[in-house]
């Protein structure tokens, strides 16, 4: 039994990702809640595991005392030195308790706390699992859609999380077993198991996504500066090259456009736009608004200025709605007045 025991310790961490030193803890803590339970929580008990000889050993402990007050956890000097000379008042006089001996509900108080401990043990490895994906991109398998809600159910490979209608890209559909890309925004601790906030609308999506796809943001030589997006329409994304001999932004289009041809078709045909990010904030702003050409920039104040365009140019660089001027401003953060000749 003792070495069927051990094995199932490591099938466990090897399946559920639960330590082998948590389980021993805790099968301790339920061999003594086992105890307890057939001879009374005023009792003294050792439990000890040892993983090389697979073995486990349960040992009633009697302190030797001048006068016994409680016979199961004391024992008299006299009667102690009658089993051996070493032992001494203050000491530990120990006995070994076979588990095959406790009654049917002093056994169930044992499995009663390893199962609640392997719950506990999957819920703590899923939460480290997820917070050490925090604000990065998970690929995950859908496994159920909500067709009432929208709501998306996700196998993460390390439990199920819930991708929401709002945190989806507007217009795109999802079938059984289909593989997505998700952003991990959140990671909070509940009782039933890690809260997992999952997104496809976060600009934190587009930024993983060129950092796994372009080696030369991965190397550090291209730097992603901001990113602005209205998802399922429109990115806008500033970078900026370490090496002046490297183009940031054909970098991050690729060879015939083949590296942003990927990441467009990741999520849902969004139009990206690469803008040349630059530390003078008037050339910034004039890049950022792109497509548009623009004839000046003024800044008004310190995250303020006024754009001169041509009066052709007026509906291109204020964009569908207001959409390009609106992710301009965003990208450069700074407020955007702009104005024909």
């Known amino acids: 039994m003792n070495k069927e025991l051990f094995a199932a310790i490591e099938l466990i961490e090897k399946e559920k990702g639960i330590p082998r030193e948590y389980m021993y803890e805790k099968i301790e803590a339920a ?123 996700l196998d993460t490979g390390t439990g199920f999380a819930t991708l929401l209608r709002s945190e989806q890209i507007p217009g795109e559909t999802f079938t059984y077993g289909q593989r997505v890309k998700v952003f991990v925004i959140e990671v909070n601790k509940e009782s039933r198991g890690p809260l997992v906030t999952l997104s496809r609308i976060h600009p934190g999506l587009v930024r993983r996504m060129f950092e796994l796809e372009v080696p030369e943001i991965a190397d550090g030589i291209v730097m992603i500066k901001s990113v602005a997006r209205e998802a399922g329409s429109r990115t806008k994304m500033a970078v ?59 800044m008004t104040a310190e995250r303020a200025c006024r754009v001169i365009v041509d009066d052709d140019q007026l509906s291109l660089a204020i964009g569908k709605e207001g959409q390009n ?13 702009i104005k024909s000749e």
């Open 240 to 298: 900026w090259s370490r090496d002046q001999d490297v183009d940031p932004i054909g970098a991050c289009i690729g060879t015939h456009g083949m590296r942003i041809g990927g990441i467009v078709d990741e999520l849902c045909g969004e139009k990206i736009d690469i803008i040349k990010y630059s530390e003078s904030l008037e050339d910034f702003v004039a890049a950022a608004l792109s497509p548009a050409t623009v004839n000046s920039v003024t």
């Open 325 to 337: 001027a609106r992710l301009a401003a965003r990208l450069t953060g700074c407020k955007i007045d």
């Open 31 to 153: 061999l003594t809640a086992a105890y307890k339970k057939e001879y009374g929580n005023n009792t003294n008990v050792r439990v000890a595991l040892d993983p090389v000889k697979e073995d486990v050993k349960i040992y009633q402990q009697r302190l030797v005392v001048e006068v016994v007050e409680n016979p199961t956890a004391e024992i008299s000097l006299e009667e102690a030195k009658q089993i051996s000379r070493r032992l001494d008042i203050g000491k530990f006089y120990e006995t070994e308790v076979k588990s095959k001996n406790f009654r049917r509900q002093s056994a169930a108080a044992a499995k009663s706390v390893i199962i609640q401990s392997i719950r506990e043990g999957e819920r703590r490895a899923a939460q480290e699992a997820y917070e050490s994906k925090r604000e990065e991109i998970i690929t995950a398998t859908v496994s159920k859609i909500d067709r009432e809600t929208g709501n998306v159910l």
